[in-house]
C-alpha cells in the first residue's frame, strides 16, 4: 500500500523551486510534508488496507480449507473403546487424530461475486486516499497564496516607508533652508508613524498566515520555517478560455477521486446484489476426511497355562467312566510404564486409518427471512449509491460554475487594480512634482500617497486571489496546482 500516497502526489505537479534543508518551503516541500503528516489522509491510508485485506480474504475464500485436529485424553468407567467401539470399564490412554477439507463447488457464483464487490471496494478506498490527499493539498495551497499575498503587502508597506524618508529627507532640508514651513515636516513625520503602523499590521498579518500554514501541516510552530517567494508574474495561469465550466465539468467527472470512488461504490454495490441472491440457491460442496485412533489400557494382563486338574467330578460314556478335570491357569495384571502405553502406537494409526470423500448439497428452505431481507437491503443500498453519485455531481457542478463566476470576478477586479493603480500613481507622480516646486500642500501630496499605498495593497491582494481561482478551475480540470 506504499503506493497509495505516491498514487495521490500524481494530482500536484509543480514547477521545481531551488531550496535547502534548514528552513526554506516551497510548495512542493508543503505539499509532500502534509501528505506524510495529515491525519485524513492517515485515517484513509489506514481504511484502504483494511479493504485490501478484505480483498485477500475474499480471493482466500475461494481455495479449499484444511484443518487438521487431534485429541489426547484418558477414560475410565464404563465407556467405549475406540478402537473396537465396544463398552469396556478399563482405564486407558487414547488419542484421536482427523484431517478435514472441504470446497464450495458451486455456489451461484457467490464467492466470484464477493471477490468483485472487495475488488471494487479497494479501490474506491483508494480513491479515498487520494480524495484526501488532494483536499489537503488544495488546503496547503491555499494557505500558502495567502502567506505569498501578505508577503507582497509587506514588500509594498517597506517601499511605501522608503518613499516617505526620502520625501522627509528633502522637507526637513527645505525647512532648515526656509523653504518651506515646519508644518510640512510634521506632517510627513506623522506620514511616516502611519507608513510604520501600516508596516507592523501587514507584517503581523503574514507571521499569521505563516502560523496558520505551520497549523495545516502540522508542523512545530517554533520549527525554521522560510516560504519561499515566487513572483506572482510567473506563476502560470491557463487563460479563461480553456476553462470553460461545462468542458471543466465533463473532464472532472473522470479525474475527481470523489466521482471516481462513487463509480466504483456502484459497481461494488451491484456484485453486492449477486452477493446476496446466491445465498438463497444452493450451495453444493466437497469434502475429504482422514482420520484415525489410538488406544492402550493402563494396565497389562498376563496369562499362564499350567495343565488340568481334576475337580472331583466324573463322567460315563457307556462303560467307560472318565476324571473331569479343568485348566489350570494363571491371570496377572500390573501398570504399564510410560514408554509401554505408547507400544504400538504407529502401527494402530496405520491400521485404524480410514478415509471418506463426499458431496454436500445445501439447500435453504426458511431461514426466517434473513436471506431475502438482506438481498432487498442490497438493491436499496445499490440506489443509495446512485443517488450519492448523482447528489456529488450536482454539487461538482455548483462548485465548478460557482468557481469560475469568482474567477471572472476576480479577474475584473484584478483589471480595475490594475487601473487604479496606474491612476493613483499618475496621481501621485504629479503631486510630487507639484510638490516639489511648491504648488501642493503636504496634506494633499500624502493624500495621493495613502490612496496609491491602499490601490497598492488591494492590487497584491486581487493578484493572489485571482491566482487561487484560477488554480481551483485548473485542479478541477485536471491539470494540477503549479505555481
Do not use: H
Amino acid at each position: 500500500m506504499r503506493r497509495i500516497l505516491y498514487l495521490s502526489f500524481i494530482i500536484i505537479t509543480l514547477e521545481a523551486t531551488a531550496q535547502d534543508n534548514t528552513g526554506k518551503w516551497d510548495l512542493r516541500r508543503c505539499v509532500d510534508y502534509a501528505m506524510k503528516n495529515n491525519i485524513s489522509v492517515k485515517q484513509a491510508d489506514v481504511q484502504a488496507r483494511i479493504a485490501a485485506l478484505q480483498l485477500k480474504q475474499a480471493q482466500l475464500a475461494k481455495y479449499p480449507n484444511a484443518s487438521l485436529s487431534s485429541g489426547l485424553g484418558t477414560q475410565f468407567g464404563r465407556s467405549i473403546d475406540r478402537t473396537t467401539n465396544i463398552y469396556s470399564d478399563v482405564q486407558s490412554l487414547y488419542q484421536n487424530i482427523q484431517l478435514q477439507s472441504g470446497i464450495q463447488v458451486y455456489n451461484f457464483n457467490r464467492l466470484k461475486n464477493t471477490v468483485d464487490y472487495a475488488q471494487f471496494s479497494a479501490q474506491a478506498a483508494l480513491m479515498d486516499v487520494q480524495k484526501a490527499a488532494s483536499d489537503a493539498a488544495l488546503s496547503v495551497c491555499t494557505y500558502y497564496l495567502q502567506v505569498l499575498a501578505a508577503k507582497e503587502q509587506v514588500t509594498i508597506s517597506q517601499v511605501q516607508i522608503t518613499q516617505t524618508k526620502a520625501q522627509l529627507d528633502i522637507t526637513q532640508k527645505k525647512v532648515l533652508a526656509g523653504a518651506l514651513p515646519e508644518l510640512n515636516q510634521v506632517e510627513l513625520e506623522a506620514q511616516l508613524a502611519n507608513d510604520s503602523s501600516t508596516y507592523i499590521t501587514t507584517q503581523t498579518t503574514f507571521e499569521q498566515n505563516v502560523l496558520a500554514l505551520k497549523g495545516v501541516l502540522n508542523l512545530d510552530a517554533a520549527a525554521p520555517f522560510e516560504v519561499v517567494i515566487p513572483e506572482a508574474s510567473n506563476i502560470p495561469v491557463l487563460p479563461l478560455a480553456e476553462l470553460q465550466p461545462q468542458a471543466v465539468y465533463q473532464l472532472a467527472l473522470g479525474n475527481q477521486p470523489l466521482q471516481k470512488g462513487n463509480d466504483l461504490r456502484i459497481k461494488a454495490a451491484d456484485k453486492n446484489i449477486q452477493v446476496y441472491k446466491a445465498q438463497m440457491y444452493p450451495t453444493l460442496s466437497l469434502g475429504v476426511n482422514l482420520a484415525s485412533n489410538f488406544y492402550n489400557a493402563f494396565k497389562k494382563y498376563g496369562y499362564s497355562f499350567n495343565g488340568y486338574v481334576p475337580n472331583g467330578d466324573l463322567v460315563t460314556i457307556g462303560s467307560n467312566t472318565y476324571t473331569v478335570a479343568t485348566p489350570n491357569a494363571t491371570i496377572t495384571q500390573s501398570k504399564r510404564s510410560f514408554g509401554q502405553l505408547w507400544e504400538g502406537y504407529g502401527n494402530q494409526l496405520s491400521n485404524n486409518f480410514g478415509q471418506t470423500v463426499g458431496f454436500s448439497l445445501s439447500v435453504p428452505i426458511f431461514n426466517n427471512g434473513q436471506y431475502r431481507i438482506a438481498y432487498e437491503q442490497s438493491k436499496l443500498n445499490y440506489k443509495t449509491q446512485l443517488l450519492n453519485k448523482e447528489g456529488a455531481d450536482n454539487t461538482l457542478k455548483q462548485n465548478i460554475f460557482t468557481s469560475y463566476t469568482n474567477a471572472i470576478s476576480a479577474l475584473q477586479k484584478l483589471n480595475a487594480g490594475k487601473k487604479s493603480v496606474e491612476s493613483n500613481q499618475k496621481a501621485y507622480d504629479f503631486a510630487t512634482k507639484r510638490y516639489d516646486v511648491g504648488l501642493l500642500s503636504t496634506l494633499d501630496l500624502l493624500t495621493n500617497q495613502n490612496n496609491l499605498l491602499r490601490a497598492k495593497l488591494q492590487q497584491a491582494s486581487n493578484e493572489y486571489d485571482y491566482i487561487f481561482k484560477m488554480k481551483l478551475l485548473e485542479f478541477y480540470k485536471g491539470q494540477g496546482l503549479k505555481l
